[in-house]
C-alpha cells in the first residue's frame, strides 16, 4: 500500500538534490569471537534479510502518483544491490575507514532504489570487522519506521545463520502512466527538488536555503573544495566523562557538547582562523507528546545554541553549555537519555536519522551535533560482539562540520564529517577529556 511522503521527508530527501548528497553513516565494529563463527557477504546477507521486514523502508523507494509522492515497494528489489565487502591493507586501523566513508559520503544512491548500502570490512587488525551502513536520513521517522541496524542487532550472540522467508512486494498503482508524469519518474530527484522548492516557499524560508552550497565560513581563507569530504572518529571511556561530570554538576550530556566545543576551537586554530562562537543545532531527545506513538519511545526537538568556542577555560565552556541545557529543561523539554539507554533494539541509529531530519526546521547553523546515548550492554551481529559504533552524519546546508556521538557499553565514540581535514577536531575531544578527567582525580 502506498505510503504518502510527509514535508518533512521530502525536505529531507532533497538535501540530497543540489551538489553533494547527505547521507547517515555508522561505523560499528566487532570482535572476533572465541567459537568458530564466519561472518562472510553470506552470512551478512541471510541476516539481513531476515530482518529487513521489520525495517520495511529499507526496501522502498520514493515514486510520484497521481495523489503525489509516494514510498511504494521496490518491484526489483535486490538484496545484492546494497552489500558490498572489502579488505582493508595493513596495517588494518580506524583511520583507513573513516577514509572510505569520507568517500562514500560523496556517492549519490541510485534514487530508483531503497537509498542505502552496508559494507562488510575485514583486514582491521586483531581480527576485528566491521560493517559500515551509508543510508539516506529520511528512510526513518522513529514511529513505524527505524533504522535496519536497529532490528540487525541481537542482545545475546545468535550463532546460527537465519533462513529468510520470501518476500512479495506489494504491486505499485497504476495511477503514474499519466504522460506529465513520466519526466518525474524518470527523474524523480529533480521532482523532489521541484516540490521541495515549492515546500520552502509555502513554509516561508525560501528556496536559497535547501540549495545553498557555500564553503563554510570556518575556511573564509582557506582553498577548499565544496564537494570533498573528509572524516574521523575517536573513542573515550564513558567513566572518564561521568568523572567530569560529578566533578563539574552537570549532565553528561553537557560534557559531550563542551568536549565538541574545545575540539571545534582546536580545528579552528589548525585552520589558521582565530576562536569565532558558532551557531550549533543540537537536537535533544524529549518526552514523548502524550497520546503520540513512537517505537523508540521518545522524539527529537531541534536545539538551536551559540557554542562558546570563544572561552579559553575549559571549565568556562562547561557552565555556560550547563546554562544552555538547564534552560531548555526549564522551559519544557526534558532529556529522556536514561529512557533511550533502556530501549530495546539498538537505538542510536534510528536518533541520529531522526536528528538528521531536524535540519529541515530551516534556520541557518555552523555546526550541527547529534548525541544519541545507546546501550550500556553488548550487542551482537551473529556471534560476534560489538566493540565500538561510530556515527557520521554527512553536511547539509552551509554547514561547517557535523559531529556525532553514541555511547554504547561503557564507550562513547564521536564521528566528525567536514569540507576540510577533520582528524584534528576529534584529537581534541580526547585531549580536553584527559586534561579535564586528569585535573579532577
Not at 546460527?160 to 524523480?188: C, Y
Not at 531541534?302 to 541545557?325: E, N
Request: charged letters at 20%.
Amino acid at each position: 500500500m502506498p505510503d504518502p511522503l510527509s514535508q518533512t521527508e521530502i525536505s529531507t530527501l532533497s538535501r540530497g538534490v543540489q551538489g553533494t548528497p547527505w547521507h547517515l553513516v555508522s561505523v560499528d565494529v566487532f570482535d572476533r569471537p572465541a567459537v568458530d563463527a564466519r561472518l562472510g557477504i553470506d552470512e551478512l546477507r541471510a541476516r539481513v534479510l531476515d530482518r529487513l521486514p521489520y525495517a520495511p523502508r529499507f526496501r522502498q523507494r520514493v515514486r510520484e502518483t497521481v495523489t503525489g509522492l509516494d514510498w511504494v515497494d521496490d518491484v526489483d528489489f535486490d538484496i545484492d544491490r546494497h552489500l558490498r565487502q572489502m579488505t582493508l591493507e595493513s596495517p588494518g586501523e580506524l583511520r583507513q575507514i573513516t577514509d572510505l566513508v569520507a568517500a562514500g559520503l560523496t556517492e549519490a544512491f541510485d534514487s530508483g532504489h531503497p537509498q542505502w548500502e552496508l559494507t562488510l570490512v575485514d583486514g582491521l587488525v586483531g581480527g576485528q570487522v566491521a560493517l559500515l551502513c551509508r543510508s539516506h536520513p529520511a528512510l526513518v521517522d522513529g514511529g513505524a519506521q527505524v533504522h535496519l541496524l536497529h532490528e540487525l542487532y541481537d542482545e545475546r550472540p545468535v550463532p546460527d545463520v537465519p533462513r529468510p522467508q520470501p518476500w512479495v512486494p506489494d504491486p505499485a498503482p497504476n495511477d503514474d502512466l499519466m504522460s506529465g508524469m513520466v519526466g518525474g519518474l524518470q527523474d524523480p530527484l529533480g521532482l523532489l527538488g521541484r516540490v521541495s522548492a515549492r515546500l520552502a516557499r509555502g513554509m516561508g524560508h525560501g528556496v536559497e536555503l535547501l540549495q545553498q552550497q557555500a564553503v563554510p565560513r570556518v575556511f573564509r581563507n582557506q582553498p577548499v573544495v565544496p564537494t570533498s569530504r573528509y572524516a574521523a572518529g575517536a573513542v573515550v571511556q564513558l567513566a572518564a566523562i561521568n568523572r567530569v561530570r560529578d566533578f563539574a554538576g552537570c549532565t553528561t550530556h553537557d560534557v559531550i557538547v563542551a568536549l565538541v566545543v574545545a575540539g571545534l576551537r582546536q580545528w579552528q586554530t589548525h585552520l589558521g582562523a582565530d576562536p569565532v562562537d558558532v551557531v550549533a543545532l543540537v537536537p535533544l531527545a524529549v518526552q514523548q507528546r502524550k497520546g503520540a506513538a513512537s517505537s523508540v519511545g521518545c522524539q527529537v526537538a531541534p536545539q538551536f545554541v551559540t557554542l562558546p568556542v570563544r572561552a579559553t577555560s575549559p571549565q568556562g565552556r562547561i557552565d555556560q553549555i550547563a546554562s544552555l541545557t538547564r534552560s531548555r529543561i526549564d522551559s519544557g523539554y526534558t532529556v529522556c537519555a536514561d529512557q533511550l539507554t533502556r530501549l530495546s533494539g539498538f537505538a542510536p541509529p534510528t536518533l541520529h536519522a531522526l536528528a538528521a531530519r531536524s535540519v529541515t526546521s530551516g534556520r541557518a547553523h555552523d555546526v550541527f551535533i547529534s548525541n544519541a546515548p545507546g546501550p550500556d550492554s553488548r550487542r551482537y551481529l551473529g556471534a560476534w560482539q560489538m566493540h565500538s559504533s561510530y556515527p557520521l552524519v554527512g553536511l547539509a546546508d552551509s554547514q561547517d562540520v557535523t559531529v556525532s556521538v553514541t555511547s554504547y557499553d561503557g564507550r562513547v565514540c564521536f564521528g566528525a564529517a567536514a569540507a576540510a581535514p577533520v582528524q584534528v577536531l576529534v584529537d581534541g575531544i580526547v585531549s580536553e577529556l584527559n586534561r579535564l578527567d586528569g585535573g579532577h582525580r
